[in-house]
C-alpha cells in the first residue's frame, strides 16, 4: 500500500482502532515495532550496547518508553532522557511503568540542568527519538533547541518514532522554520524513520528528505477497512507501469510519437535543445525544435544529435504534434504568439518555464487554458507557481510551506495535472488526487534539468501515455536518472542535466524489461 495520510486522517484512524482494543495495546504495538527496528540497527553483543532513549511526555514517549523497556529486556543497556514524568496519558504511563520496571537507567532532566550536557559524554551506539511526534505544532527552543542540536552531531544510528522531533508530518517542513533565519527551527536528524499506522506525506516532501532517513512503515495490525481513501499516494512504478509497451518490429517512427519543442530564444538555445535530447533518449519518433529566436540565431542541427529537427518558428507548430512549450522561449512578442497558438490547438501540451511565466501574466491565456480539451501538463518550479497563484513577494515560501496545497490548487484552477517541483516533486490532477514523488535528490538541483522534465513528459505523451501515467512516470524516470549518475559518480556534485537523458534512457528501458507489455496502444 503506497496511500499517504494526513495527521488528521491518522488520528481518525487511531481512535476508531482504540475503540476495539485493550488500554494501551496500540501503544505495546508501536514499542514493539520500533524495538524490532533497533535491534536491526545495531550489531555487537547486547550487554556491550549503549541506547540512548529521548521520551517526551504525550503519546510519541510512550512508544519511546515501551520501546526502551523491551530493549531492556533484550539485555542492551539503555538510558532515558524523559523530559517529564507528569501529564502522562494512560497509555505512555503504563509503558513508563513497564520502564521503571525494567533496568532501563532513567536521567534526571531537573538534575542535570540542561538536558543536552546530560547526554554527550556518553559514546551511543543508537539513539532514539520519542520527544514530539504528529501534534506538534511551535518550534523546540530553549534546551530542547539545544537537545536536538546535540543529538544532530552524533556519530551513531539516530531512530525517529513516527515523525524526526521538530518536522511537520504533513507539510515536510521544520515546525517554524524561517528562510531568513534558518537556524532558528531544527528538527532530529534521523537516519531512520519509523512510522505508525500509516505513512506521511510530510516525510517524502520539502525539507522533510533531510530530517528522515529510510523511512519505515509499521500499521500495527490495524484493520483494513479503518483506512478511507487517502487520495495522496508516494509515486512507485506500478501507479504507470501497465502503460509501458514494448515496440513491434511492425512499427515505424511516427508510430512512436510526433513532438514539437517550442522555445529557444536568443542565448537560451540550451534549454530547448536539452528538452530535445531528453524527449529523443525518451523514445519520441521524431522530434521537432522550433526556435523563437530569428533564423540568423536558430541553429541549423545539432552536432550531438542531428536526427534532431531544427527550424525557426514561423508561425505555429504542427497541429498533430504533441507540443513542449517554454524552455529557453523568453517573454518576446513572438514567444506570446506562440503560447497562444499552442493553447488555441488541439494537441496534448507541456508548459514549462516561461511559458508558466507568460501564462501567468495574462488572463487571457489562462482562459485558453482552462477551456482546452487536449491534455495538459504545468512543471512549475516553486516561484513559478507563485507567479501562477497570483501571489506577492514570499510566493515561493508561500508555496513551499505546504506544497500539497499549492500544487492541488494549480492544478484545479488551471485544469491540468501539474508537477510542483523539488524535493519530493507533487504531482496533482484537477480532481484534487496527490503523488509524491520518492526518487531524485541534490544532482537535479542544476540549471536545466527542469528543461529534461518537460522533454521527458512530451516524449511519453507522444508515445500515446495518458497524460496522468506520464506526469507520474517522468517525474519518477527523471528522479531515478539522478539517483543512478549520483551512485555511479560517488556523490551528487558537479552532475550535468546533458548527463540525464542517456540516463533516462537506460532507467526508461529496464522498465521495459521489468514491465513488459507486447502490444502498442
Known sequence: MNSLFSVAQIREIEQAACANLATGALMQRAGAAAARLAQELVSGPSGLLRVLVLAGPGNNGGDALDCAARLSQAGMQVSCLLLSETGLTPDADLAHKRARASAVHFIDPVAAGDPASSITSTRWHLVIDGLFGIGLTRPLHGDLLRLVHSVNH???????????????????????????????????????????????????????????????????????????????????SALFARCSRQRLHYSHKLSHGNLAIIGGAPGMSGALILAARAALLAGAGRVQVFFVAPQSACPPFDPQHPELMCR??????????????????GSSKEACIALKHALSSDAALVLDADALNLLSLESGLQQLLRSRRAANILTPHPLEAARLLGQGARGAAQVQADRIKAARELAQRYASIVILKGSGSIIAN??????????????????????????????LLAQQWPAWEAALAACWLHGKAGDSLTLEMGGACGICASELPAQIRRELNQLLRDHPHQALR
Open 154 to 236: 552524533f556519530q551513531c544510528p539516530v531512530l525517529a518514532l513516527d515523525v524526526p522531533s521538530g518536522l511537520d508530518a504533513d507539510t515536510g517542513n521544520v515546525v517554524g522554520f524561517d528562510a531568513a533565519d534558518p537556524h532558528a527551527a531544527q528538527a532530529i536528524r534521523a537516519s531512520h524513520t519509523i512510522t505508525f499506522i500509516g505513512d506521511k506525506p510530510g516525510l517524502h516532501t520539502g525539507m522533510a528528505r533531510d530530517y528522515v532517513g529510510q523511512v519505515h512503515v509499521a500499521r500495527l495490525e490495524i484493520d483494513s477497512r479503518l483506512y478511507k481513501p487517502s487520495h495522496l499516494d508516494l509515486n512507485t
Open 312 to 329: 525557426p518558428l514561423e508561425k505555429e507548430a504542427p497541429q498533430q504534434a504533441v507540443q513542449v512549450v517554454g524552455p529557453g522561449m
Open 430 to 459: 484537477p480532481h484534487g488526487h496527490v503523488v509524491i514523488n520518492p526518487t531524485g535528490g541534490p544532482a537535479l538541483a542544476t540549471a536545466g534539468t527542469g528543461d529534461v522534465l518537460a522533454g521527458l513528459c512530451g516524449a
